[in-house]
């Protein structure tokens, strides 16, 4: 028997946090996200300073979406002047955010075989993968905006292309008296997406070895067990 098949996955993580919109002192209107991510990030617990210099966290949620909050802002150097101002954030795009492209074609072919009066069961398996994949281009800011450009999420690479093949053999004797003897062993290979290690360099497809063996005993029509050592 054989079999071929092609998958084709298109995946997306984009991820948003909050930032501050408005136009405000501490703020840079052509890279709003960098300096957010320093400096005035809207976080699930908010710091509130107050005019005596002393730091609380509000308590509770803030709501996802657009809102508009009255916040303290301080100025170094030290002692701050404290400033109340209307300020306004809204969730916008993470630069962590990306989409990668996947091509799998796969071409598997097993047989089964029967010997000695059925005592003897034989099996084998082979699979051929091929995967092509890309992610798409790391986000760039738009000076127009301040913001991540979400263009390059559209913007793919080359494809990074790998193969491999896995394979299974599995042999099951009845020698009779309801006792059976088995063993099976393969080879694994795991079709993935593009990934990097800490240094930038691609990491390889999965891969892996198993191989079990054991037997089974029948008691009666109704009950039998199989111990195995794996």
């Known amino acids: 028997m054989g079999l071929a098949s092609e998958q084709n996955l298109d995946q997306a993580a984009i991820r948003y946090f909050p930032v501050t919109v408005s136009v405000e002192p501490w703020t840079s209107q052509t890279n709003k996200v960098d300096r957010c991510q320093r400096a005035y990030t809207q976080s699930k617990s908010i710091l509130l300073g107050a005019k005596d210099g002393n730091v609380s966290v509000a308590p509770g949620w803030r709501p996802v979406g657009p809102l508009v909050s009255t916040v303290a802002w301080g100025m170094p150097p030290a002692p701050y002047t404290w400033t109340s101002s209307a300020v306004d954030w809204e969730p916008v795009l993470h630069n962590s955010s990306t989409q990668s492209q996947q091509t799998i074609r796969s071409f598997s072919a097993a047989i089964q075989d029967y010997f000695w009066k059925d005592r003897i069961i034989t099996t084998f398996g082979t699979r051929r993968d091929y995967t092509a994949s890309r992610n798409s281009a790391p986000l760039q800011i738009d000076p127009a905006t301040g913001l991540e450009n979400p263009s390059y999420l559209q913007t793919f690479g080359s494809y990074l292309k790998a193969s491999g093949t896995t394979k ?52 009666s029509k109704q009950a039998h067990g199989q111990p195995e050592l794996l």
């Not at 393969?186 to 054991?214: C, H, I, M, Q």
Request: charge should be neutral; avoid cysteine; charged fraction near 15%.
């Open 168 to 219: 299974t053999t599995g042999v099951v004797v009845k020698p009779g008296g309801g006792l059976s003897f088995f063993i099976n062993t393969s080879d694994n290979f795991t079709p993935a997406t593009v990934k990097y290690d800490l240094f930038g360099a691609v990491l390889p497809e999965p891969t892996a070895r198993g191989k079990d063996w054991g037997y089974g005993l029948i008691f």
